[in-house]
């Protein structure tokens, strides 16, 4: 099915330097599509042609991108960056103009899934179980952290990919040594850790929900997954779907999700975007492509 339909079927895909990014491109190349790559820095890739583009938060990576998908006749936009994801929503009706699918969330969404404080104080308020979250600059010191939570703390940065920038404080000199700002700052879930991974079409309608277990981390006990499996746990399919359907998301979609001692869920992250370990849950690039061609044909 995709070799003849190759031909016209022009692929952009952003990022091609970070995980996710390589792992679209891989699964495009392997499909036998026509694949154009971008990133902010010269690098090596699958892809069959590469352009640096300027960062996401530029004002002038939005035109850059519509003006490649024109000059590529591209039918098909997967955008893999966090930091672009609220531009690329806001302008989708014009992507869509030039013939060019592109599967996202609202800009609404996005902006509340690019936000770590927004997105559990939204999830928080609509019934789902998050951790107890506060902002940096709502403290009148980081040792008042001392009062909300018990050791480890966890901090992270309130605007990042992934588990960019996580770090856990064991005691209060941690604290004190600590010199970044705009943090968001976290309790600590102790328990293993899953990585949903969907894909939802129309909006709100989980069609693929495939759960990955992490079962090595970078740094440790947070961080990045190193390997993954699948693992078919009913109560993280439960609330993957759900956080999938309260949302109101759409496309692909990275979630990162731990357990607490008792064994209950916490949701730590909702990425609007496809996840860096996409591979190991490729139907959900199956089925994205199977739903671009239904679309193509309407």
Known sequence: MYSCLQSQRNVLVTGVGGPAGKACVHFLKE???????????????????????????????????????????????????????????????????????VFISS?????????????????????LPVPKTVLQKDLKSLNSLTEIFEFPILSKP????????????YS????YDEKRKGLVFQEF?????????????????VIVNIILKKTALKNGIVGNALSVKRENN???????????EILKLEGPIDIDIRLKTDGTPIILEVNARVGANVLEASEVLE?????????SKQ
């Open 31 to 101: 499909k036998g599509f026509y694949v154009l790559g971008i990133d902010m820095k010269e690098i090596k890739t699958e892809a069959d042609i590469f352009r640096k583009v300027p960062p996401a938060l530029e004002s002038s990576y939005i035109p850059c991108l519509l003006s490649l998908i024109k000059e590529f006749n591209i039918s098909l936009l997967i955008p893999t960056v966090t930091e672009e994801l609220v531009f690329v929503a806001q302008v989708k009706d014009q992507i869509e103009k030039f013939g060019c699918c």
């Open 107 to 127: 800009p609404k969404i996005t902006k509340i899934a690019n936000d770590k404080f927004l997105t559990a104080k939204f999830l928080e308020k609509r019934g």
């Open 158 to 169: 309130r605007f990042g990919r992934g588990g960019r920038g996580v770090k856990l404080y």
């Open 172 to 175: 209060e000199k941690d604290l």
């Open 189 to 205: 879930i102790p328990g293993e850790e899953y990585n949903p991974n969907l894909f939802v079409f129309p909006k709100s309608n």
């Open 234 to 244: 009913l109560e993280i399919l439960k609330i993957s779907k759900k956080i999938g």
């Open 287 to 295: 089925t994205l492509i199977k739903t671009w061609f239904e679309i």
